[in-house]
Each structure stands twice: as C-alpha cells, then as structure tokens.
C-alpha cells in the first residue's frame, strides 16, 4: 500500500513540474476594427415622359453588402439599380449598407413620384357613359329604380335629378358592371339639391373582376360637401381592368334619409 501511494506521490509531483514548465499560449492578435459604412445615395427621373422611372446611385462607401428598399416592396442589392414604379405617390427609399463585421448604416428618403402634367381639377371619360352597363342597389327608392327619384337617377348624368332612399341605415350598396372591364383611376360624387344632412359622408369605393372578390380602391370617412350640386373628384392608384365597381356608403351627415346626385366611376386624366 505504501509503494503504491508512494507511486502516486511521484506522479502527481512530475504532472506539477511539467505543468509549470509548459509556456502559455499567446493571445490571439486582436481584429482591428474596419471602417463603419458611411451611405449616401441620388435618385433621378431617368426620362422626361416617364415620370415612373428613376436612377438610383450609391454614393455609398466602406461597406461589403448593400440592399435599396424602394418603397413599393421592391429590392436590389445592385450600386446603381433602375427601378420603374407602378404608380405615383409617395415612397420611404430606404439604402442599408453593412461592413463584413456586421456593422451597418442607412439613409433614407421620401421620394415624390408625381407626373408634372398632372392635373387633379380634372377627370376623365365617365365609364358609366362611355362603356355603359347595368346598376344595382342594395335597397333602392320606394318607387323603384325608375321614380322620379330611383337609383337611375344617380347615373343619368343630371346633377338636378337625385336618388332618395328613405330609412338609410348605413348599409347602402351602389354596384355597377359595366359592359366591358375597365381601368379606373378616378370617380366623382355630386350633391344634391337640397338637405345636407342626407349627404354621403362616409364610404368606400371598391372593385371587381368577378363580382365575387372585392378590392378596396379608396374610401372617405368625413366628407363634407360645402354646397348643392356640388362634384368632388377622387384619384385613386390602379391598373386593374375591373368590370365591376361598388360604392359602399356607411354614415351620411345624420339625417335618417339619404340622397345623391350623381356617381361616376372615370379614367384617371382626359
């Protein structure tokens, strides 16, 4: 028993001196750090017709990977990307710039894409007369659609003839197919001849292929219309040929009746 602790008494003593012999390892050089990514870019109308279209260039420097966020779920990761928009408008352009150390920068813009002929006073063509087709409501006038004031009233074209519902709810529903598909891109509203407390003041506007699925196009939530027989034009963004167009009216200006003299669903610009 002694010669075997004596044994272990040896062993653990030359473990201790080669221990203590061994040189530590040295520390590793340390990375220096790189240059943090410093982002700048410019973007251009790459032609003077097509308002759509823009030159995106980084100025960019200090950096291994980029990536251009146009605003309109759209990417690249090239220096200087072309990039077309579908519609004007306006768009958050964002450029990130990121070094090999994960290191990151980033710029952003807000880019208004807008056609310099624009003119917002105006509408076009009238697709209710251009291309024609039929009307529906969800509930029409008491003496049908083709009273002195019916639904048919409200796109005959005539600012002094009215559509009257008595009992509005909240829940009137105007849907027009048209004869063939058509891309929107604007509509008009026009008031009635008298009591605006039965004016459209709150609504969405909606369109459709197939009568079945519906897109939401635009909506109001507090109009107001400051006179009689006053029209107000609205631009929405679409590309969309839909055959069927919906106006959904929830809320008019507190009276228990509604009323309205025209609708018109149009082309964007004459």
């Known amino acids: 028993m002694k010669k075997v602790l004596h044994m272990i008494s040896v062993f653990s003593t030359a473990a201790l001196l080669f221990t203590g012999c061994k040189k530590d390892k040295p520390a590793p050089a340390p990375v220096p750090d790189e240059p943090r990514p410093i982002v700048g870019f410019t973007a251009a109308r790459t032609d003077s017709v097509d308002f759509l279209s823009y030159q995106f260039t980084s100025t960019a420097t200090n950096y291994k990977d980029i990536l251009w966020q146009f605003g309109d779920d759209s990417t690249s990761t090239e220096k200087a990307p072309k990039h077309r928009y579908a519609f004007d408008g306006l768009y958050h352009v964002v450029l990130t710039a990121r070094n090999s150390q994960g290191f990151s920068a980033a710029r952003e813009i807000i880019l208004n894409v807008a056609d310099p002929n ?3 006073t105006k509408v076009g063509e ?3 007369r251009t291309i024609g087709g039929t009307l529906t409501v969800s509930r029409d006038n008491g003496g ?6 019916g639904s048919l ?3 005959d074209g005539d600012p002094n003839t ?4 008595s009992g509005f709810s909240g829940d009137l529903v105007l849907k027009y197919e048209l004869n063939t598909p058509a891309v929107a891109g604007a509509y008009t509203i026009t008031s009635a001849n008298d009591s605006p407390d ?4 709150g609504w969405t506007l909606q369109g459709s292929e197939d009568g079945i699925r519906w897109i939401n196009l635009h909506s109001k939530s507090n109009e107001v219309f400051a006179k009689r027989f006053q029209r107000i034009i609205y631009h929405f963004n679409n590309n969309v040929a839909y055959k069927f167009y919906r106006l959904n009216i929830k809320v008019n200006n507190g009276a228990r009746d509604f009323q309205m003299a025209e609708w018109t669903v149009n082309k964007k610009q004459p």
């Open 118 to 120: 624009f003119d917002r």
């Open 126 to 128: 009238s697709y209710f």
């Open 153 to 155: 009233k409200v796109v």
């Open 198 to 201: 039965r004016d459209p003041k």
């Open 162 to 165: 009215k559509f009257f519902q």
């Open 144 to 149: 049908g659609p083709n009273a002195n004031e």
